[in-house]
T-cell receptor, first 112, second 115 residues
Framework: RKEVEQDPGPFNVPEGATVAFNCTYS??????FFWYRQDCRKEPKLLMS???SGNEDGRFTAQLNRASQYISLLIRDSKLSDSATYLC?????????????FGAGTRLTVKP | GAVVSQHPSWVICKSGTSVKIECRSL??????MFWYRQFPKQSLMLMAT?????????EQGVEKDKFLINHASLTLSTLTVTSAHPEDSSFYIC???????????FGSGTRLTVV
C-alpha cells in the first residue's frame, strides 16, 4: 500500500464548479499535512496546511480526519487558473528527521 | 518568505558524465534538505534526506554511490549524479527545512536530460 494515496483524476470541470479531492495516508504517526499545487514543469508550491479543526482560505477548504487517516481539499467556484496538479503531502517522523511523502497528485483542468 | 535557489534549472549532458545540482537557502538556514526526483506524469519520489554536517540517508533503491549528496553548510546542499545514463533523465528538486520555518521550501527544480 502506498504511504499517501490520492484520487487518480483527472478532473475536468467547468468554471464555477465545486470540486473535491481526497487523500488517505497509511502512517498513523504522521504529524503534519499539506496540500501543494504543482503547475506543469514547475516546483510544488504550498497551497495550505491542513489542521484537525479544518481550515479555509478563500475558495479553498481543507479537512483532516485523523481517525480515518483522511485528508480532503474542496475548491469552490473554480477558476481557469486553478488548473494544476494538486499534491497531498504528509509529514511523518523518520529516524531523527521528518520527511515529506507525496501523493501521486490529482490533475485538475477547469474549462471555460 | 523563505527561498531556496536551485541551479542549474536545466542541463543536458552526455551519457557517462557527472552533473552537479546545487541548492542554496537564501534567507534561512536549512538544517535538513530533501532531494526528490519526478518522472513525467508521476509524483515526486524522495531520494534522500541530508542533515547539515552528516551523511545523507538514502531511500531504498537509491544508489548512494551514484547520487552523491553533500550538505556541508546550513545554506548549501548539492546532489551529484555520477556516470549519468539516459534513465537518469528526470526532474530533480530539493526542499529545505530549517528551524523556525513553517513548512518546507522547494527549489525551482532541475530538468536533467542525459543523451
Amino acid at each position: 500500500r502506498k504511504e499517501v494515496e490520492q484520487d487518480p483524476g483527472p478532473f475536468n470541470v467547468p468554471e464555477g464548479a465545486t470540486v473535491a479531492f481526497n487523500c488517505t495516508y497509511s502512517n498513523s504517526a504522521s504529524q503534519s499535512f499539506f496540500w501543494y499545487r504543482q503547475d506543469c514543469r514547475k516546483e510544488p508550491k504550498l497551497l495550505m496546511s491542513v489542521y484537525s479543526s479544518g481550515n479555509e482560505d478563500g475558495r479553498f477548504t481543507a479537512q483532516l480526519n485523523r481517525a480515518s487517516q483522511y485528508i480532503s481539499l474542496l475548491i469552490r467556484d473554480s477558476k481557469l487558473s486553478d488548473s494544476a496538479t494538486y499534491l497531498c503531502v504528509v509529514n511523518s517522523p523518520s529516524g531523527n528527521n521528518n520527511d515529506m511523502r507525496f501523493g501521486a497528485g490529482t490533475r485538475l483542468t477547469v474549462k471555460p | 518568505g523563505a527561498v531556496v535557489s536551485q541551479h542549474p534549472s536545466w542541463v543536458i549532458c552526455k551519457s557517462g558524465t557527472s552533473v552537479k545540482i546545487e541548492c542554496r537557502s537564501l534567507d534561512f538556514q536549512a538544517t535538513t534538505m530533501f532531494w526528490y526526483r519526478q518522472f513525467p506524469k508521476q509524483s515526486l519520489m524522495l531520494m534522500a534526506t541530508s542533515n547539515e554536517g552528516s551523511k545523507a540517508t538514502y531511500e531504498q533503491g537509491v544508489e548512494k554511490d551514484k547520487f552523491l549528496i553533500n550538505h556541508a553548510s546550513l545554506t548549501l546542499s548539492t546532489l551529484t549524479v555520477t556516470s549519468a545514463h539516459p534513465e537518469d533523465s528526470s526532474f530533480y528538486i530539493c526542499s529545505g527545512f530549517g528551524t523556525g520555518e513553517r513548512g518546507y521550501t522547494f527549489g525551482s527544480g532541475t530538468r536533467l536530460t542525459v543523451v
